[in-house]
């Protein structure tokens, strides 16, 4: 029987829960799930409940794949007014990756695992992990987690992985693995059955992992929502130490990154046909910092030499013995969101940061920087001092004064480790996965060019690559959400939908919710196609069709 007909047939019981309380309003800014009333399925239909006793599971599941399985706590979770009630299982797989597996007390047979954020190490009830958590519960979803194996309170950043290579496999792909077949095997010893579908949903380094499962372990999960990977992790790193130098000289107040930011959507707006704040696709804008923003010494705001040719390094791209071996940054990204706070900030320069905007995802692991560093800066350095040469550590290393020409490494253990870059999604297809990637093309944190380089990249290795992924940009979107443009999106319903129904998503619809309590809403298109604006009222979704780039 083909994938896309295999249906799941559920009981006419339903979870009955009011849209009430912190965990639903966490939730609406999250964007899992919040198209899941229009979707294909009502998830609240149960279709299996509980054979045994929650505090017995340790006695049924003691090791997954020959791994040890520790569970440290079984407890029933009486429900609440947003949340049913639940089996909570806190375990810990060896040596040191902590899950939690949560398991409803009405099933509606799929499991959904979330993922991480930064360098992971996250804790398991940190209050946005334990909204997505419960967003699943209450749809009757089997809901895993992991920290990846290590505690980024003890070990910031990347500082787990020194002389520890077993932390940094965890990290790179085996917890996600290990964690889902752990789920399962809990499922199925609570149930009596196995899921019928599992899912997972990150952003971010999330993102990362939902790549690495479709290429390492096809067999994971039938559909990967992953938004904004660092799939080429150690391409990102370097690219962060080769322009920080020049950021720091630059020194870019506020004020000059708001006229930046202003000064792109100013010249490069209307490309698209449309003038609405939005950039449709940077790479059709044009803009040159040199001829395009008031230099110094002019009056008022005006960027000096050191400035400009910060930004021309930036968007230049990463150069290694005379070849671009990273993409330049598309033009965008400094813009300002709703709120007025550039994008760039806490990214690229130390300025304020921005607060978390309505409708932003959350994807960071949420660890303190250290001081006078920017997040990309703070990253690259854990990166140079506890990834890069592997097996060996440097922590002396310090991105001010590293030997780029010197010290690149394009390829070596790191890379096999933590990179998500194969192209071959063939395993994953003839086993009716589907995977949904999505960036914003206003990212500050991560380089968006490297989801499109790998969409073409799996279009030329997998036959029929539309039949098992697909790729939506998100005009003026920062990361994993953010940004002065339509940003909430709902790609786990979508790849739910299509996995059991076989119908892919032809769209999906973004939406922003102004200050003034105004909305608008935006068809994103899968990669190449943009949306084209038809006529009418510019912020309905309906008003757009999708049309290739040429069009």
């Not at 592997?390 to 991105?399: E, G, K, L």
């Amino acid at each position: 029987m083909m994938r896309g007909s295999r249906l799941l047939v559920l009981a006419s019981l339903t979870i009955g829960l009011a849209a009430t309380g912190n965990g639903a309003a966490l939730a609406q800014n999250v964007g899992s799930f919040r198209d899941a009333g229009r979707g294909a399925f009502d998830y609240t239909k149960i279709a299996a409940m509980p054979q045994k006793e929650c505090a017995k599971l340790g006695h049924s599941v003691s090791a997954v794949e020959g791994t040890r399985l520790t569970i440290l706590v079984a407890e029933t979770i009486a429900a609440s007014e947003s949340v049913p009630g639940f089996c909570r299982i806190v375990a810990v797989l060896d040596p040191e990756i902590q899950i939690e597996v949560a398991l409803p007390l009405g099933w509606n047979r799929r499991l959904y695992m979330r993922g991480n954020g930064g360098y992971a190490g996250e804790k398991l009830d940190a209050p946005n992990r334990v909204a997505f958590r419960d967003e699943a519960l209450k749809r009757g979803f089997v809901a895993a987690q992991t920290n990846t194996g290590h505690d980024a309170v003890a070990q910031p950043l990347g500082s787990f992985a020194q002389n520890d290579l077993a932390k940094l496999i965890d990290y790179s792909h085996r917890a996600v693995h290990l964690t889902a077949q752990a789920a399962k095997d809990l499922a199925s010893a609570f149930y009596g059955r196995a899921p019928a579908f599992s899912y997972f949903d990150g952003c971010s380094t999330g993102g990362r992992q939902g790549l690495m499962s479709a290429q390492r372990y096809p067999g994971d999960f039938d559909g990967i929502a992953a938004g904004a990977p660092v799939l080429n992790f150690t391409g990102t790193m370097y690219h962060y130490v080769s322009y920080s130098p020049s950021l720091a000289k630059a020194a870019f107040t506020p004020t000059l990154l708001t006229t930046l930011g202003r000064a792109v959507i100013a010249k490069c707006d209307a490309a698209d046909g449309l003038k609405d704040g939005l950039i449709a696709d940077p790479r059709q804008c044009k803009f040159d910092p040199r001829a395009d923003l008031p230099r110094c010494p002019a009056e008022g705001t005006c960027f000096s030499e050191d400035q400009v040719a910060a930004l021309e390094v930036i968007h230049g791209g990463m150069q290694h013995n005379g070849r671009t071996v990273f993409p330049g940054w598309p033009w965008g990204s400094a813009a300002p969101d709703a709120s007025g706070v550039s994008g760039w900030a806490e990214w690229f320069v130390l300025t304020p940061p921005p607060p978390s905007p309505p409708g932003a995802r959350l994807a960071s692991a949420g660890q303190a920087l250290p001081p006078g560093e920017t997040r990309q800066s703070a990253y690259a350095q854990t990166f140079l001092r506890y990834f890069a040469d592997q097996p060996a550590s440097r922590p002396d290393a310090d991105w001010r004064t590293f030997n780029l020409a010197e010290g690149y490494r394009s390829g070596g253990l790191i890379s096999q480790l933590v990179n998500a870059t194969n192209p071959d999604l063939t395993a994953f297809k003839s086993r009716g996965g589907k995977m949904i990637t999505y960036f914003g093309w206003a990212d500050p944190a991560l380089n968006p060019l490297m989801g499109i380089g790998y969409y073409e990249d799996a279009a030329r290795a997998t036959p029929g690559i539309e039949d098992v992924y697909r790729l939506f940009m998100v005009p003026g979107m920062q990361h994993c959400g953010g940004g002065d443009a339509p940003n909430v999106l709902d790609p786990v319903t979508a790849v739910i939908d299509w996995v059991e129904t076989g119908r892919a998503p032809t769209t999906l619809t973004a939406v922003q919710r102004r200050p003034d309590g105004s909305e608008r809403s935006r068809p994103l298109c899968p990669y190449p196609q943009v949306a084209r604006h038809t006529g009418g009222d510019a912020d309905k979704a309906e008003n757009f069709v999708c049309k290739s780039i040429s069009e």
